[in-house]
T-cell receptor, first 109, second 114 residues
């Protein structure tokens, strides 16, 4: 059985704070991909990043960074110096059709 | 690239009426997904097509829901008869290879059944 858990339902931070969103994916598969998507208040779903289970190297893209640890089944997403425009729901998705419950991020000015 | 196209963007209908939602995936994508999003249940997969063939329809709520993909560039999701509990945002998404590649989502259809 596969299970994806985003334990944080809502997070509220003040602008410029760093924030980390957690995702745990439990599977017996030895190879897999993990994805993060963003859904801003406007409602569209936007792809952010894809990582494969072979690659545990952290990735940084501007203010975004991702930490994948296969040993703990965690694929966490950090936003550095958060901005109001980062306010959205963030979904962790192991593969097509399987999405976590999402974490709603509020960034206050 | 035009992205995934969905129509209509908004639909308001009365209980008992038939509703048809439409989706045009990105050209070259061979996997298509229909999702439903509500506050209570989050994002749910309804059905998944690969090369126009339905692969997994276990998420389709009941016989009132049906989906077709007659060709690589068009899919429909039909609800007949509609009920108020069907009110939700319905998303269509496409990708080149399920599980390995990211999905591209359409803007969604907001359905309200009164």
């Amino acid at each position: 059985a596969q299970k994806v858990t985003q334990a944080q339902t809502e997070i509220s931070v003040v602008e410029k704070e760093d924030v980390t969103l957690d995702c745990v994916y439990e599977t017996r598969d030895t190879t897999y991909y993990l994805f993060w998507y963003k859904q801003p208040p406007s409602g569209e779903l936007v792809f952010l990043i894809r990582r494969n289970s072979f690659d545990e190297q952290n990735e940084i893209s501007g203010r975004y960074s991702w930490n994948f640890q296969k040993s703990t089944s965690s694929f966490n997403f950090t936003i550095t110096a958060s901005q109001v425009v980062d306010s959205a729901v963030y979904f962790c998705a192991p593969r097509g059709g399987i999405f976590g419950a999402g974490t709603r991020l509020f960034v206050k000015a | 690239d035009a992205g995934v196209i969905q129509s209509p963007r908004h639909e308001v209908t009365e209980m008992g009426q038939e509703v048809t939602l439409r989706c045009k995936p990105i050209s070259g994508h061979n996997s298509l997904f229909w999702y439903r999003q509500t506050m209570m249940r989050g994002l749910e997969l309804l059905i998944y097509f690969n090369n126009n063939v339905p692969i997994d329809d276990s998420g389709m709520p009941e016989d009132r829901f049906s989906a077709k993909m007659p060709n690589a560039s068009f899919s429909t999701l039909k609800i007949q008869p509609s009920e108020p509990r069907d009110s939700a945002v319905y998303f269509c998404a496409s990708t080149t290879l399920r599980g390995a590649h990211e999905q591209y989502f359409g803007p969604g259809t907001r359905l309200t059944v009164t």
